[in-house]
Each structure stands twice: as structure tokens, then as C-alpha cells.
């Protein structure tokens, strides 16, 4: 059983940034396409970005272009989200997921197809 652990989260200004990290235990991150995805009160759940097994290809919501980088370092086994221009929409808590490797990441947009979620990190940009 993959256990996903998030961490970086916390409060920030308009305009600042964040990065926030994601580290599987009971596995590795490398067997697995890794997403965020983020959930604000009220809303649903959404995705917001995804990066390959090997880190080759990735696809991000239109919200969030230009503005957020998800990367991944195997060697450490950790996945990140850079978060730049934070704005108040932002404010969420972020989720890191876990799907399987063989799909495509312009195929991963739906939460349907991870297999493994962590336990969120709170992100909140004050305006």
C-alpha cells in the first residue's frame, strides 16, 4: 500500500510563492504518474497538474499555465509543485495522487484514474 504524504502548504500574500512536496512511502514515486489536484470550500475537486513516471511529459490545467511547475526527482523520490503569482482562487487544499504509469498525461485530468491520494496540504492566499 502507497501512502502519499504532502507538505509545503501554509499561508501566503497575492503574488508570493510556494512549493509543495510529495513523498510516497511503501513505494517509490518512480513507478507511478503523479498528479495534484485541489479542492477549495464548497467546490469540487480539480486537477491542476500531472508529470509522467519519468518526467518527460506533463500537462497542467488552464488556470493554473504559466504559473505553477510540477517537477519530479526520482532519485529522491519526491514530486513538486512550484506555485508562482498566487492568487486569492488559489486558496485550497492541495492533494498529491498517484496513477498508473502506462497513462499518457493528457490523459490524467480526471481524479478517476489515480490509485493512491494523500492527505492534503492547506494552501491560503490572502489578497
Known amino acids: 500500500q502507497v501512502q502519499l504524504v504532502e507538505s509545503g502548504g501554509g499561508l501566503v500574500q497575492t503574488g508570493e510563492s510556494l512549493t509543495l512536496s510529495c513523498v510516497p512511502s511503501?513505494?517509490?514515486?518512480?513507478?507511478?504518474?503523479m498528479g495534484w489536484f485541489r479542492q477549495a470550500p464548497g467546490k469540487e475537486r480539480e486537477f491542476v497538474a500531472v508529470?509522467?513516471?519519468?518526467?518527460?511529459?506533463?500537462n497542467y490545467a488552464d488556470s493554473v499555465k504559466g504559473r505553477f511547475t510540477i517537477s519530479r526527482n526520482n532519485a529522491k523520490n519526491t514530486v513538486y509543485l512550484q506555485m508562482n503569482s498566487l492568487k486569492p482562487e488559489d486558496t485550497a487544499v492541495y492533494y498529491c495522487?498517484?496513477?498508473?504509469?502506462?497513462?499518457?498525461?493528457?490523459?490524467?485530468?480526471?481524479?478517476?484514474?489515480?490509485?493512491?491520494w494523500g492527505q492534503g496540504t492547506q494552501v491560503t492566499v490572502s489578497s
Open positions: 508529470i509522467s513516471w519519468n518526467g518527460d511529459n506533463t
Open positions: 495522487a498517484a496513477a498508473p504509469p502506462f497513462y499518457f498525461p493528457s490523459a490524467l485530468a480526471s481524479h478517476l484514474k489515480y490509485q493512491y
Open positions: 511503501g513505494g517509490t514515486s518512480r513507478d507511478y504518474a
